[in-house]
């Protein structure tokens, strides 16, 4: 069965700090992406970074980068230098391309960034 | 996100009335998801469309129906609304590219609830 886990409710930083959360999947397609949303308080959903399940280098955008270990089945978000602005709720998606595409949701980190 | 849009962003319904979310994109993408998000369920898939004219269930689909007559737009219907039903929902608009450039958008959300 397709499936995103994230073993991590909760997660605390301090500023500056780096941090990774944990997503690992499990599927028998080998064709996949996986992603990485943040949820501010504030409710909406910002997309943060994509990773192909044939690509070859692990993605990166600004601060943010996606630790893709394939025969693991893991895909960690790694945050550079934490801001106080980071503090919000993560959640680990992966596509799935068998019987027309879907994208399904592991339950979320909740990360607190302290000064 | 500014290519994805909701209507309405706050509901009360009583149990049983029905009603319609809308969620519109200008972005021309294929793929359109309808979630709802509970707390400590994660975003969970109630139905999704590849394209104009199909649609297909996801992880939760009973007590909702939906229709992608134009690529634009994707609707979320209730039918007979239930309290079970109170909850967040998000629409997503995806267009998957080829590396590590894909788009990825979500709608601000609709809070529901059903007294």
């Known amino acids: 069965a397709q499936k995103i886990t994230q073993t991590q409710p909760g997660m605390f930083v301090q500023e500056k700090e780096a941090v990774t959360l944990d997503c690992t999947y499990d599927?028998?397609?080998?064709?996949?992406?996986l992603f990485w949303y943040k949820q501010p308080s504030s409710g909406e959903m910002i997309f943060l970074i994509y990773q192909g399940s044939y690509d070859q280098q692990n993605a990166t955008e600004g601060r943010y980068s996606l630790n893709f270990q394939k025969a693991r089945k893991s895909a960690n978000l790694v945050i550079s230098a934490s801001q106080l602005g980071d503090s919000a709720m993560y959640f680990c998606a992966m596509r799935i391309n068998q019987a027309g595409t879907a994208l399904i949701f592991g339950k979320g980190t909740t990360l607190s960034v302290s000064s | 996100n500014a290519g994805v849009t909701q209507t309405p962003k706050f509901r009360v319904l009583k149990t049983g009335q029905s009603m319609t979310l809308l969620c519109a994109q200008d972005?021309?993408?294929?793929?359109m998801y309808w979630y709802r998000q509970d707390p400590g369920m994660g975003l969970r898939l109630i139905h999704y469309s590849v394209g104009e004219g199909t649609t297909a269930k996801g992880e939760v689909p009973d007590g909702y129906n939906v229709s992608r007559l134009k690529k634009q737009n994707f609707l979320l219907g209730l039918e007979s609304a239930a309290p079970s039903q109170t909850s967040v929902y998000f629409c997503a608009s995806i267009k998957f590219r080829t590396g590590l450039n894909t788009e990825a958008f979500f709608g601000q959300g609709t809070r529901l609830t059903v007294v």
């Open positions: 599927t028998s397609d080998p064709s996949y992406g």
């Open positions: 972005m021309n993408h294929e793929y």
